[in-house]
């Protein structure tokens, strides 16, 4: 899944996906719509690396936000849209790992 992140002509960070892939532009709306703190890019960083806590619990750390609601499992994370897009999914699975490695570029982009 590639999203490109980049600040618009006023300044304002811009996620959208590199190819026509319905995925990407879920995850991109999520970044765009939810992520615009980095407060909350380290409350969902933090869940997603408590590890010891996840495997004793087997279960997924829940947050939702404007748009979205998120569940994150050791090994997957969960998006859910709250409201069904025009086109595409209104949920994605994607590798833990993934979404850590995309919720990190946005950061340095939202946090610059």
């Given at each position: 899944m590639k999203?490109?992140?980049t600040h618009d002509d006023q300044g304002?960070?811009?996620a959208v996906p590199e190819t026509n892939d319905s995925r990407a532009a879920?995850?991109?709306r999520f970044l765009e719509m939810d992520?615009?703190?980095p407060t909350y890019v380290d409350a969902l960083n933090?869940?997603?690396h408590d590890r010891k806590t996840?495997?004793?619990r087997r279960a997924a750390r829940h947050f939702s936000g404007n748009a979205h609601s998120v569940a994150i499992g050791t090994k997957r994370t969960l998006i859910l849209s709250h409201v069904k897009p025009r086109?595409?999914?209104d949920a994605i699975a994607v590798p833990t790992a993934d979404f850590l490695t995309l919720l990190h570029?946005?950061?340095r982009l939202i946090s610059a």
């Open positions: 999203v490109k992140m304002r960070p811009r879920l995850f991109a992520v615009v703190d933090e869940a997603a996840a495997a004793r086109t595409g999914p570029r946005w950061n």
